[in-house]
């Protein structure tokens, strides 16, 4: 079977470690609470920034937020070992700007994520990735934006949402932890037989 996962908070943690930055940065101490609230994917409201400063706040940190720990979520990296292991093909889209591709992949292989270089896509649009997922008749594709996931909706293959504060509206099977994924593909093969 052909997997295909995004990255940022699907597979890693990545807009709760870039709110521990943004409280360092301003010398804030806004609890988690507020984070957990939000109703969308950008994290600057809380802070008290608007729009534009949000974004100017997040291109300055992105080589902090990208490059040092970001926690991959529980069980990401030995899930898809497991299923790399099981001969599955693990394929990764990310949206992540161009620049930013070769070296997300170093850091993605240097956390033990099972990344083929050939199956490694970065540097489209949210909106673009339906191509990409499309041309590589992907069985499985995991996201977390309800921008991507809408996009998908009338594909054949299953879609899946990683569960976040800002995507509980969509009615798409939610993975809320990754070793759920077993159940799934169990679920699935016996359905074949
Ligand atoms: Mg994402």
Known sequence: MKFGFDIDDTLINLREHAFHIYNKKLGKNIELDAFHALQKVEIHEPF???????????????????YTSCPPFPNAVETLQELAKQGHEIYYITARPKE?????K?????????????RFFY??????????????????????????????????????VKDQSYNRHLTIPRILHWTDIKEIIHIDKQKVR
Do not use: A, C
């Open 100 to 104: 930013h591709g070769e070296r997300t």
């Open 123 to 160: 540097g489209m649009q949210d909106h673009e990735k339906i191509q990409i997922i499309k041309k590589l008749k992907l069985d499985y594709y995991f996201d977390d934006k309800p921008e991507v996931l809408n996009t998908l909706l009338n594909e054949s293959l299953k879609i899946f």
């Open 48 to 66: 008290g920034l608007s729009d534009e400063q949000g974004k100017e706040m997040w291109n300055s940190s992105l080589e902090e937020i990208y």
């Open 106 to 118: 170093d850091w993605l292989k240097e956390q033990g994520f099972p990344v083929q270089d050939e």
